[in-house]
């Protein structure tokens, strides 16, 4: 592989200031302790999910480790071991629950404060920085406030809102803000680097909304398709309150169904793992004792895995309801006569129907509806309560 800043797809002046800092930085190591302009102990990426926030978040440490004058370049030790995730000097904070607690925090804050091990930055990555509880939140302010002269502090978070990221945490840090990759450039990507036909690249990277994880596996994963499909059927659907409530317990179901197998081969390996860690059987009174502390592991486990399982069912809902957005965007568009291209591309004659059905303030309604709903899951409403509420509102408009 070469220039670690490749995998960032159709974010030019992003990866241009990423750029300017790596090098400015890797004149820091090399002793200019000026180093120019550029470089800073603080970073927020924000963007739209699948925009690459965390991909940003992870080219930009490797070029910090690049040993070739913070280029990179992609093949040197201080790259490889930063992209593979064995680098000793790159810490990630990804949570896989609904947030992070203050004793991850302040144990990554300690960490990072010593120096780093091959003599370049000690860089900690949280991946989820929207997700700090209020105590993690200030454990992390302390250590972006008076950072050690080597450690650099990447946040991503969808946005600079208050509600995703502390206002004084923000005052402290430079924001590179990703955007939505135009489809255009996601085509490319999918064509050049998985030899996906041109023609269904297009259609992918349109559906996919500028998610390049997202369109390659609409481009190349029949099971994906089905299920969008699924989805975009729901607004044909809705033809009575009790449509409306079966459609949003077929969608919590479907979300239900799949989160769980992506987590199955986890969760079944650790608690292999930790059983085996833990040994099995055993008799007389140390034994006892033992089990009594492997059965609270076991229990540790289990709320860990419970948590992850939540948080990936939230995470297809969110997709979902981002495909049916896109729907209801397009109805817009195409009542609207505006100029732009539709994300939908194979259900054009479904939209165009619908916008020769609805008013546009009625279609709007129905978008809001789904925004609306996206919202209420990110703050943890239940699934099905938030599904039904919207599911009534897009079947009377
Ligand atoms: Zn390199």
Redesign the pocket.
């Known amino acids: 592989m070469h220039d670690v800043f490749a995998e960032l797809v159709g974010q030019d002046e992003p990866v241009e200031t990423l750029r300017r800092a790596a090098s400015a930085a890797a004149r820091v190591v090399a002793g200019d302790a000026a180093g120019g302009g550029g470089m800073t102990h603080a970073w927020i990426f924000t963007g739209p999910p699948g925009a690459g926030r965390s991909t940003a978040a992870r080219v930009f440490a490797a070029a910090l480790q690049?040993?070739?004058d913070g280029?990179?370049?992609?093949?040197?030790h201080?790259?490889h071991t930063t992209l593979t995730g064995t680098n000793a000097d790159v810490r990630i904070e990804r949570s896989e629950g609904l947030s992070i607690g203050v004793k991850d925090m302040r144990a990554l804050v300690l960490r990072a404060a010593s120096s780093p091990s091959a003599g370049r930055w000690q860089v900690v990555i949280v991946e989820d920085a929207d997700r700090l509880g209020e105590r993690a939140s200030n454990a992390l302010l302390k250590a972006v406030e008076e950072p050690s002269p080597r450690t650099v502090f990447l946040l991503c978070t969808p946005s600079v809102h208050p509600d995703d990221i502390s206002v004084t945490i923000r005052s402290r840090c430079r924001v590179v803000a990703l955007r939505q990759a135009p489809a255009a450039a996601v085509a490319d990507v999918l064509v050049q680097r998985h030899g996906i036909d041109p023609e269904q690249a297009a259609w992918a990277a349109a559906a996919a909304q500028g998610d390049v994880e997202r369109a390659r596996q609409l481009a190349t994963d029949q099971e994906a398709r089905l299920r969008r499909e699924e989805v975009l059927a729901v607004p044909r659907r809705l033809s009575s309150i009790g449509a409306c409530f079966d459609a949003a317990q077929a969608m919590v179901n479907s979300a239900r169904r799949e989160a769980l197998d992506a987590v199955v081969e986890t969760d079944a390996a650790e608690r292999a793992a930790l059983e085996q860690a833990l040994g099995a059987g055993g008799t007389g009174r140390g034994a006892t004792t033992a089990m009594r502390g492997a059965a609270g592991q076991i229990k540790e486990l289990e709320k860990k895995q419970k948590s992850r399982s939540t948080r990936s069912q939230r995470d297809v809902l969110d997709r979902s309801l981002k495909d049916l957005a896109g729907f209801y965007r397009d109805v817009l568009v195409t009542s609207m006569r505006a100029p732009v291209a539709v994300v939908h591309g194979d259900i054009e004659q479904v939209s165009a129907a619908a916008a020769g059905k609805w008013s546009p303030e009625s279609v709007l309604r129905r978008l809001e509806a789904v925004l609306a709903c996206q919202d209420a899951i990110e703050r943890n409403v239940k699934p099905d309560i938030a599904l039904e509420a919207m599911m009534v509102t897009l079947w009377r408009g």
Do not use: A, F, K
């Not at 280029?71 to 040197?76: D, I, L």
């Open positions: 690049c040993e070739r280029t990179g370049c992609g093949e040197c201080g790259c």
